[in-house]
């Protein structure tokens, strides 16, 4: 997706559209691509959108 925000697929089948945390978008270059598993924080109040917190290898 544009303005790097990513469509993320749940366990469960939903999706929810994401975007990486700023400690992963600033200190480290951190790449997602597709097929990596993420962990997420979705939002409280909107359940269709979220930030990558973690990329696991």
């Known amino acids: ?3 790097a925000n990513f469509k993320v697929r749940l366990d469960s089948g ?5 975007r ?3 400690r992963m978008r600033h200190g480290r270059r ?3 691509i597709p ?3 993420v962990e997420l924080e979705v939002s ?3 359940l269709t959108r979220g930030r990558i ?3 696991h290898r």
């Open 53 to 55: 917190v973690w990329r």
């Open 30 to 32: 951190i790449r997602i």
């Open 1 to 3: 997706m544009r303005d």
């Open 44 to 46: 409280a109040y909107d």
């Open 14 to 18: 939903h999706e929810v559209v994401a």
């Open 35 to 37: 097929g990596d598993r």
């Open 20 to 22: 990486a945390s700023g």
